[in-house]
């Protein structure tokens, strides 16, 4: 149960951040309307962010992690999250003990 | 009839019932990220103020896989930033709906903002309007299943030892990858529907940008800096992809 104070403060750090994107909108409605291409790279933030994060483990890795990440994304479009995070790990674990 | 308006208690009743099954949906979530904190070295009581204090699911995940120590500060704070930019544009939308909030209320109500209270807000604004009752019911139980199942999954991820011996390593990237899809999914609800296969690949060319510069900069430079130059990467692809307007094509 210890906290260290450098982690403390990037926590807190962080969550100041992430309550100043909460508020932000309220006070931007009705005067900052993104449209077109705009819109559509500010849409792209989250799962962008998201594949970069993961990039090193899906494709530098092994080819064990790359294939899972594969059967892990096509099981993705069909099952809900916990599923899929389920079958990720079943198929990591089987294609390092085979690759 | 004399009340127009649901009352305060019926708001904060449809509040309850409709994030119910959410903030369900949330423990295994939570209790995952706890056990994944403290196998990646976090004490159980930093694991638990970080999602008291950030309560923000895709951006605690993405910290917890990038942290190290020293701990990477700058990281960490803008790939939060960059992955809960998103809650602007919720604001933007949501802002308009509400009736009768104070100043105040709304600077610490929306504290709780998630996208799943946006999308519920967002559905009740259809036919009522949003007032603090129903927000505050929305969006107050599901931190308290957040951080209790966050607590207990990081007691139990003490007790598991290390979670590569069950592959539970690869849980993150799993998770990511869901994430990754949902978003696609709903973004691209029209394209799938109409099954318009061009436009369907080139939605992907952001995310595949994303991959691919991250994973050349994680081995050529290391971390954390592939988290911000595949960022980059994959929205100036989506810039790019994106089809032009009428205007931006004709300057």
Redesign the interface.
């Known amino acids: ?4 104070p ?10 100041l ?3 100043l ?6 006070f ?3 005067r ?1 309307v ?27 890795t092994g080819i064990a ?1 790359t294939l ?2 594969l059967v ?2 096509v099981a ?2 069909r099952l809900p ?2 599923a ?7 198929s ?2 089987i294609l ?1 003990a085979i690759v | 009839m004399t009340e127009t308006r649901p009352s305060a208690r019926a708001d904060a009743l449809a509040g309850v019932r409709a994030i119910l099954p959410v903030a369900i949906a949330a423990v295994p979530i939570a209790a995952l990220f706890g056990a994944l904190a403290v196998a990646k070295g976090l004490s159980v009581l930093e694991t638990t103020l970080m999602s008291l204090i950030v309560f923000a699911g895709g951006a605690q995940f993405a910290a917890v896989e990038i942290w190290s120590w020293p701990v990477p500060v700058f990281a960490l704070v803008a790939s939060t930033l960059l992955i809960n930019s998103r809650h602007v544009l919720m604001g933007i939308s949501l802002a308009p709906k509400l009736r009768g909030f104070s100043r105040r209320q709304i600077l610490g109500g929306f504290y709780f903002l998630t996208d799943e209270s946006w999308s519920l807000a967002e559905a009740r604004a259809l036919h009522h309007p949003v007032t603090p009752a129903f927000w505050f019911a929305v969006s107050t139980v599901l931190p308290f299943a957040w951080v209790s199942a966050t607590f207990l999954g990081a007691i139990a991820g003490t007790l598991l030892g290390d979670p590569a011996r069950f592959g539970a390593d690869f849980a993150f990237t799993a998770l990511f990858v869901g994430l990754i899809a949902g978003f696609w999914k709903v973004r691209n609800r029209d394209i799938l529907l109409a099954r318009k296969l061009p436009a369907a690949g080139r939605s992907l060319i952001p995310i595949l940008a994303s991959g691919i510069v991250a994973a050349i900069v994680y081995v050529l430079a290391g971390p954390p800096w592939h988290v911000l130059a595949g960022a980059l990467a994959g929205i100036v692809g989506a810039y790019i992809a994106a089809p032009a307007l009428p205007k931006d094509a004709a300057s």
């Open positions: 149960m210890t906290v260290d450098v982690t403390l403060a990037t926590i807190i750090a962080m969550g951040v992430t309550w994107t909460r508020i932000a909108g309220t931007l409605a009705g900052l993104l449209e077109g291409r705009a819109k559509a790279a500010f849409d792209a933030i989250p799962p962008v962010v998201l594949m970069a994060v993961v990039a090193p483990t899906v494709f530098a992690e899972a990440a892990t994304a993705a479009t999250l916990l899929t995070i389920l079958v990720g790990v079943v990591v674990v390092r």
